[in-house]
């Protein structure tokens, strides 16, 4: 009997450690400071999707919710290339033309930007987190390493396979 028992608390124990988190549907809920949360929303719920989530609607039942929070800081202004137009040329019926840039080594000031996403999974049934782990990069605005897109992927990917394990602090992404 005393077995049983022994076995029976080794087993909870088990399934009590952040190592075992069974897979299954998940909601996302993000909290944004700007307008590109469903930018955010997408990235999240395709690296859940990688990870053998079944990522449902936010209004769909399911067992987990995954409540991402996205704070952004611009933390002053970097040097960064400017823009070049590329060549360009236009036919009408008042001629033609053809517009060549030069190669240049102009510079911009653009701001530097801190985004913060914190991505908590809680069990919707008893309102539990299961798991809770932040990531920060800093990109230069204005770039496409600054697009909601690139941003969101490179730290839910990061979030999402690190997951159940236990973060000590913030993941530094570059």
Known sequence: ?????????????????PNQLPKGTVTVAIRADDDQAAAFAETVGSSL?????????????????????????????????????????????????VRISPPTRKQDLRPLVVTRMTLTLVDVRSDRTLWTGTAVTTQVGGTPADDPHALGTKLADALVVRMPAILDGALSIP
Not at 3 to 12: C, R
Not at 56 to 64: C, D, F, K, Q, V
């Open 49 to 97: 999707s990688a990870a053998d989530f079944l990522v449902l609607p936010p209004t769909g039942p399911s067992r987990y919710q995954a409540r991402v929070t996205i704070d952004r800081d611009v933390r002053g202004l970097v040097t960064a290339p400017a823009p070049v137009a590329g060549p360009d040329v236009s036919v009408g019926n008042w001629g033609s033309g």
């Open 1 to 17: 009997m005393s077995i049983v028992l022994a076995m029976a608390l080794l087993a909870e124990a088990v399934t009590a450690t």
